[in-house]
């Protein structure tokens, strides 16, 4: 007769371990993995498709000269860059690109938070302040721009009012100075509600206790703003900062509807002398190359503040 032999097992392996079946493919960890993967998969390839992709094309055609009126387009090298290095009109560019961009970022920050600071006070028609200052931001741009095109005219609304006073104003769109200044003055106009909203936020979540402790020390009102509010609310300057300074270099519609330029140059900022290159005069490798120009400074003053972060900010080590 034959006798029933017992399956063999491995030597000091745990009773039914050769046996054992082996674990299912779709674990929760797993499940929970591709249930991320798909959530970000929307923003991942709009960023593949209109950011990197984009950015790589404008790379590429710097390197490359397109006529489209003539339907050429063949490979110059790095005669544009030369271009760029040797362009007697880029050193007042950038000079007027750099004054726009002071001007707006400090005015634009300073007039937001003092606004904040006003609006998070416990007074009455704060509400209905808060919605004036941001309406401008939900206007239409090119809207919000023509209508100060005619306030700003020679003979027009702001004029009108300071000859009532006895002032004679300048022509504000057509004076080099007065131009400049009237481009930052709409441009902060429409924009500042929204970062007095972001500030307001910012100051509404400073625990009262501390100016409270603060007033019992002694200390005033402005020891308590510059020692309490102003590191609780640093991540939101930070924040606002980095918003402003990228959106000040990309300013074009109030430009172009403006001063066109003009006069002389003098509000000729670096995205109007990219859409002057490309196409107005149909150069478009040259613009590729000013667009490069422009992603690379944006790029440098965003790191600078990002690691300026590490010695005024709070909380940050």
């Known amino acids: 007769m034959k006798t029933l032999e017992r399956p063999r097992t491995t030597a000091g392996a ?32 709009g960023s593949v498709l209109f950011v990197l992709t984009p950015l790589v094309l404008v790379v590429w055609y710097s390197f490359h000269e397109w006529n489209v009126l003539a339907g050429s387009f063949h490979g110059v090298g790095t005669d544009n860059y030369d271009k760029l290095l040797d362009d007697p009109k880029l050193p007042g560019v950038l000079k007027a690109t750099a004054s726009f961009s002071a001007g707006l970022v400090v005015l634009n920050l300073s007039l937001a938070l003092a606004l904040a600071v006003l609006l998070n006070q416990k007074l009455r028609g704060s509400v209905v302040f808060r919605t004036l200052f941001f309406s401008p931001v939900v206007v239409s741009l090119v809207a919000w721009t023509i209508v100060w095109g005619f ?9 009108a009012g300071l000859d ?32 007095m909203v972001l500030f307001l936020a910012a100051l509404q979540g400073v625990p ?15 020891r308590q703003f510059r020692r309490i509010t102003v590191p609780l609310i640093s ?8 918003i402003t300074v990228v959106g000040s270099l990309q300013v074009f519609a109030q430009i172009a509807v403006l001063t066109q ?15 002057q290159q490309a196409f107005q005069f149909h ?35």
């Open 261 to 275: 330029g003009g006069p002389a140059g003098s509000t000729t900022v670096l995205v109007y002398y990219l859409y």
């Open 151 to 159: 306030l700003l005219q020679k003979n027009g609304g702001i004029n």
């Open 14 to 45: 745990p009773p039914g371990a050769g046996t054992r079946t082996g674990r299912p493919f779709w674990t929760s960890r797993r499940r929970d993995q591709l249930a991320g993967y798909l959530f970000i998969t929307p923003q991942l390839v």
């Open 208 to 222: 009262h206790e501390l100016y409270e402790a603060a007033t019992v020390d002694g200390a005033g009102r402005w």
């Open 283 to 317: 150069h478009f490798g040259y613009g590729a190359t000013l667009s490069v120009l422009l992603f690379l400074i944006v790029l440098v003053l965003t790191v600078i503040q990002w690691q300026m972060r590490k010695k005024w900010v709070f909380h940050e080590s």
């Open 235 to 242: 991540p939101t300057i930070l924040l606002t900062s980095i």
């Open 164 to 195: 009532l006073i006895g002032v004679q104003g300048p022509n504000w769109l057509r004076d080099e100075t007065a131009s400049m200044i009237s481009v930052i003055v709409v441009q902060v106009f429409k924009n500042v509600g929204l970062n």
